[in-house]
């Protein structure tokens, strides 16, 4: 579902591909530019992820490329305007920031917690600068780190408070 006033709400005509995938979240780099997280479990404490992208508003959809990132949780995140650039946070093994510049066709490690992670808010509020909020395991660094990025999520660097 969305909305653009918190009044009016309409379903988006979309259905993650595959049988037992569900949607896993939702970013937009504008009204018409949205993406699209799927996710399935196969089991084993694993899941998968499919990312689909729209350029009308989730009218139609189209895979966005090999975005198949094993993952317990994720959040997904694009920045204004940019409609190429998209991040996803996924965690396993190790907590790690994905980054794709092209697309989703490839993705690179852009931030990695050891021992993973969960993950509460991933956002970008405007082109170059976005926010993401962790809390990693009392094995690593115990406690909430805030995260900030000015150069569309290509590097992060931790924020004291």
Excluded: M
């Excluded at 940019?82 to 794709?100: E, F, K, M, P």
């Amino acid at each position: 579902w969305a909305t653009a006033d918190g009044v009016h709400w309409h379903r988006y005509p979309f259905r993650c591909p595959g049988p037992g995938f569900g949607l896993a979240g939702i970013a937009a780099a504008s009204a018409s530019h949205v993406v699209f997280l799927c996710g399935g479990n196969p089991g084993a404490g694993s899941a998968y992820r499919e990312l689909l992208r729209s350029a009308n508003g989730g009218r139609t959809t189209h895979l966005a490329g090999p975005a198949q990132l094993a993952a317990v949780s994720d959040a997904v995140a694009v920045p204004p305007g940019r409609t190429q650039v998209i991040t996803i946070a996924a965690s396993g093994g190790n907590g790690v920031l994905y980054r794709s510049a092209n697309d989703g066709k490839s993705w690179k490690g852009v931030f990695t917690v050891i021992g993973g992670a969960f993950w509460s808010s991933l956002s970008f509020v405007s082109r170059n600068v976005g926010w993401f909020v962790v809390n990693e395991p009392a094995t690593t660094a115990p406690g909430t780190e805030l995260l900030r990025t000015s150069d569309a999520g290509a590097t992060w660097r931790k924020v004291g408070f």
